[in-house]
């Protein structure tokens, strides 16, 4: 179709061209969001197919104890050996003697270790479906692209489901918020009266919650033995019922504005009920703010994961997610000798910063009005 192949808007073409496919024309022309929402989908599918993209296992199944609190090990060409067309690492040992004060360390030898490409590895899940290949490895030991935690695990593996995590996380806390917000917002909107009274107090009694406080006594509440599932799915759901005020609010505001309308009328003469009004008529005509909306809370979202993992109130090991990444980040041995630690930070930057893009692309986009200011 020429409006998507040449992504302008011709006169014409306002005419026969969707919402969707207006939004869609001003969005691509924005340069910035566009970086941002490849990124963004990018750093998705690392999230969703970490199991295949990550040589390991993230927890302890998949450590290398002979190679704790190592550096990263990034595969080379050419050495002094010589040159060779298949990527490779220096094999790593333990030794100790008299130089390390009989201390055990870990040295690089001058032996080589060539990569391999979809290596059969031990079977695993990866959404739902066994696998029993991943991605590379190495052909004898490991190989550590962002080195190794105290306890030999992999950081890129748990970096990669980390991501994962996360957006999951806030998937599953965004989703919870947008359907208490359409439920809620619209009902307010639509009926107002001492229902939107009542409905606009809980909106604000969820928006004033202190949040620090109440993180807190959820941490005290939460048993230790919950299992790392429980505690994610708890996680999940206090996010999202604390994030839907925000869309309830506008939601309301725009369906209290439109319940009087013309097309309202004839759908309540044509015998619909208030459900069916709201669902099929007032909820679509906002759809553009509850998609931008949407995209902008994820970052939130994100954020307050990982936040709450951060101060230790969120998820812990054995979960890999970003907050649990960026607490082990938090020691001082940290700080002055294993900096490797930090490569999860800027990816969560990353993160954060293309869904601010995406969202402020997106908001721009819906506005009809924005390209004449």
Known sequence: MPFFKNRTIKKEDYYTASQMQLVWARFARKRSAMVAAFLLFFFIFCGVFA?????????????????????????QFCDDNGCNWHPF?????????????????????????????????????????????????VEDGFVHLFGTDAAGKDVFSRTLHAIGISLAVGTIGVLISFVL???????????????????????????????????????????DEWSSEMRFAFISMILGLLGWGTLARRLRTHVLAERTADYVLASKLSAAGPAHIIRRHLIPSFTSYIIVDLVISFPYM???????SFIGLGLKDPVNSLGVLLQNATKVDVLLNYHWYFIPVPIFVIIVLAFVFVGDGLRDAADPYSETR
């Open 51 to 75: 199991g295949f993209l990550s040589p390991y296992d993230p927890t302890t199944a998949g450590r290398d104890k002979n190679y704790e609190n190592g550096a990263p090990q990034i595969p």
């Open 302 to 308: 994100v954020l307050a994961e990982t936040s709450l």
């Open 89 to 137: 690492i220096h094999k790593v040992e333990r030794y100790r003697g008299m130089d390390t004060n009989f201390r055990w360390v870990t040295r690089q030898t001058d032996k080589r270790n060539y990569l391999t490409f979809l290596p059969e590895v031990k079977p695993y899940r990866m959404l739902g479906i066994p696998m029993k290949h991943r991605l590379f490895g």
């Open 181 to 223: 917000a359409l439920m809620i917002g619209g009902v307010a909107g639509f009926f107002g009266g001492w229902v939107d009274v009542v409905l606009q107090a809980l909106m604000d009694t969820v928006k004033t919650t202190p949040t620090i406080p109440l993180f807190m006594a959820l941490a005290a509440f939460i048993p």
